[in-house]
């Protein structure tokens, strides 16, 4: 509490105007808080985050975040640019943007699931008068950008050309590929970042920085009909002049921006919004380049922002005025060049990836502005992922090079500190003195050497959440209010993220699924076997060489060895199926849709060797109340994907 208090009084709470542009332009809010999905549950739920709407302090939430979690509470249908330019906020962890062409809307972003898209289009078309959708702009490649197509549009009208579905080079093979390869452990790890079991209250979860949190509802993926493949393009759409800059490298491997020159409009996807981002995203992913982001923001700036009177994005609220759209790009170019460049002043110096999240803070001028702060990233692990990503997980120091586990140390520490008593005991005090992360040094020790220690889980859960309830950052505070809710309650039993749907499955190259068969693959069961398969899919024309050896499973595109012992014939289309789920390899041969010529045993051997993940894995020891469930699914069906809303 008093942490909180002093913060209040460092903090540059009397620059309001955020809260005047979140408000600004504000038309109508639908009468229901709530947006069900088709399969019964709640999709969306506003009315779950109004206790932030009480004008009071809550000592268990840092006011910088509280004060984001508040502006997150926009909710409604708002004007950008008069009778132009139209966001629904608040449906969703994104923004749904409207601009109106000679006939009809284009719709930018259209939300994670299916259902919040809809909302908004319906709630649009009566506030402002129907219209058809005659083109969907995707700005990224991550979830809660293009979930909810299907929300929007139908697949007949994009099949007669009535709606272009545009989207930046490499749209397409990152919306799938990022979130495939390590899917399971990322589902895993986002009940810590998002804080899915927490509940939605001042010592739960207020907020996710970006937007309240993402929807629960069904998410697909709609191909795009035309590809932005150069630095800077331009395009005219329904009589609306759009002028794209491609941004690879900065918050999605697949991103750009748009110019509206006609309305000296910027849009500025998820590179700009009212937060400092993730270099790297707790939920796990490649790191990101913080130099590359703030030269792209600064392409922007002497591009477009010289003469943009109006910016607005795929989160948070619109800003207006040239000085202060100037003033906004600026503190986030420099921001994340800052984190790059100060960050390798002090490695070059020595500071190692264990040191540099106690030392890195951005210079006082940025600090004192609200767009330079760190929520949906922090300065602790943005700092850690710049050295990550130039020099890597090593300190330098050989003790760590080959570091014991967590759980073969903790005994050891246990005993040279006198047994688990003496922990607690000097623990306890720690806790007392509000040196929290001093009492979690030690009380991990203990819960990692004595996993059924509930007392020792118990202490450190309320130092986790001590330290949870001061963070800027709702993924650090979830991730350490999610822990230490398992350290007290066990990894609840049934619980599950959201999945991807099959039209990300259909998206996925057969490659990428062959690649996710190998990491399936149980190497101690494929010891000692051997064979060589030929795929090939006639309908697109594909083939590939499949060879298991020395217990690893390899594929190459575009090759068919000379002496394979089986080729499995089947289409694409037919594949696909057996992806899904909905049917098995089995009875696709059965029903002569794969054809088998040769020996059938590498089918029936590889079958018996891929694992099925599961998403229960413990994070912190002690927390698995008994096996994994058993997962009833194909072999060859492709497991769900890791969810990436909201980058």
Known sequence: MEIQQALRKSLPLSDTRDFDEAKKGFIAAPDYKQIQAEAGNVAWDMASYEWLLQDKEFDSIHPSLQRQAVLNMAYGLYEVVPDKIYQVRGFDLANISFIKGDTGW??????????????????????????????????????????????????????????????????????VSENVYAGNAMNRRMFFQYGVLLPRSPFGHVDQSIGKNTAAGTTGLVPPTAYIKNDIEEMTVDGVRMIFQNTPGTEAPAEMNTYFPDLKTFWAAENITGTVHNIYTLRGALIRDALEWSKQINIALYKFGQEAEVMFASHSWPRWGNERIQEIMRSQRDIYANLNNEVLHLANQGVTINEIHNQYKPPKSLQEQWSAHSYHGSEQHNSRAVVNRYLGYWDGNPATLIPLSPRETGPLYIEMMGGADKILKKGQELYDKGEYLQASEILNKLVYGEPKNQKGKDLLADVFEQIGYQQESPSVRNSFLAAAFELRSGIPTGASPKTSGPDVIRAMSTSLWLDFLAIRLDSEKADGIHFIINLVTPDNDEKYAVELNNSTLTNIKGYLADKPDLTLTINRSDLEQVMMGAISMDEQIDAGKAKLEGDRKPIDQLKTMLTQFTPDFELMPGTKKGESEKVERNAFEQEPLAVTDGG
């Not at 005659?134 to 994009?158: C, L, P, Q």
């Open 106 to 175: 284009i719709i930018f972003d259209p939300l994670t699931a299916k259902e919040t898209a809809a909302a908004a289009l319906k709630f649009v078309n009566e506030q402002l008068g129907e219209r058809p959708v005659v083109a969907v702009v995707y700005s990224h490649s991550h979830a809660d950008h293009f979930g909810g197509a299907r929300g929007v549009v139908t697949d007949e009208e994009i099949k007669a050309g009535k709606v272009q579905i545009i989207a930046p080079e490499g749209f397409m093979e990152h919306a």
